[in-house]
């Protein structure tokens, strides 16, 4: 079975201030989640054109987080299952990402977003048709409420108390209920995450566990956007840029470099055979 969940996210943000905390946040975490064994390496990042985004900022990335592997994958498979190649179109305020895995050639995991000034009453932003609206789960995310299930252990999850927060530089804050109707100013994040595994007796609970973790990346970055505030704002897209390609540099220093698995119908032979046997002997899963 394909998920489709479009995630609404609202920040108390423009959308130029909502560029500059993106790229911001994504700079931090990748900093704080490397190290040489595990994290972010980028292999490419270089402008593009096409006729679908027009022009924007293209990159590709592996993620190694083999210790973040759910303990019922493990039983199934290696933690190495857990490496995963992204890549990214960054057509702003669209963009793309698509995510496969060496080890599961038919898993893909494909984001589509879309940012708005709105406060996410806008319906249908991705353009999609009745059979792909009716298969459509959406889901609003408040930044106030931080995730608690395993995947925000995985990702992480920071200490804001947004309901006694207030920016030094902006006066922005704290974030009462409600706030997203009288927020100024005010932007969106529209997410469609679209996920396919279609492997037999353990697809489904993939495709849900990807999702779960998906979502607890969207709340802690998009917590970490605005309670970095402080740090990020009155930087431009220019200096960010630049802090980038240094940044890009430093990762792949930190990252120890293991191969990569290129026969993915052998790794995924051995996994479905695995998880059959492991099924069939009745593993909790």
């Known amino acids: ?24 946040m994504v700079l931090k975490m990748q900093q704080q989640s490397t190290n040489e064994a595990e994290g972010v390496e980028v292999l490419e990042n270089k402008g593009f054109e096409d006729d679908v985004y027009g022009k924007g900022q293209y990159t590709s990335k592996l993620y190694r987080l083999q210790s973040k592997a759910p303990s ?63 298969a459509r789960q959406v889901e609003f995310v408040d930044i106030t409420m931080p995730t608690t299930d395993y995947w925000s252990y995985a990702v992480g999850n920071g200490n804001f108390d947004f309901s006694a ?15 997203q109707e009288n927020c100024n100013p005010v932007m969106t994040a529209y997410k469609l995450v679209t996920i396919k595994a279609p492997y037999w ?24 956007c605005f309670g970095w505030i402080d740090e990020w704002y009155g930087m431009t897209v220019e200096q960010l840029s630049e802090l980038e390609e240094q940044g890009d540099c430093l990762l792949n220093q930190k990252i120890s470099k293991p191969l990569l698995l290129t026969d993915t119908e ?5 996994f479905t055979d695995n998880s059959k046997t492991h099924l069939q002997q009745g593993v909790k899963t």
């Open 266 to 270: 052998d790794h995924e032979s051995k």
């Open 165 to 179: 927060f207030k920016s030094e530089k902006t006066g922005r804050g704290p974030l009462l209920e409600g706030w």
């Open 72 to 134: 019922w994958l493990t039983t199934l498979a290696p933690k190495d299952a857990l490496i995963m190649q992204e890549e990214s179109w960054n057509a702003y305020p669209r963009c793309k990402t698509v995510i496969k895995c060496p080890y599961f050639a038919k898993l893909s995991v494909t984001i589509e977003t879309i940012h708005l000034e709105d406060n996410g009453k806008s319906e249908n932003v991705h353009g999609l048709n009745k059979e792909q609206l009716a």
């Open 1 to 24: 079975m394909v998920q489709v969940k479009e995630f609404r996210i609202v920040m108390p943000m423009s959308l130029e201030e909502y560029r500059v905390a993106q790229t911001f």
């Open 201 to 224: 007796g353990f697809g489904g609970k993939l495709e849900q566990a990807l999702l779960a973790g998906e979502r607890a990346l969207f709340v802690e970055s998009h917590r970490n």
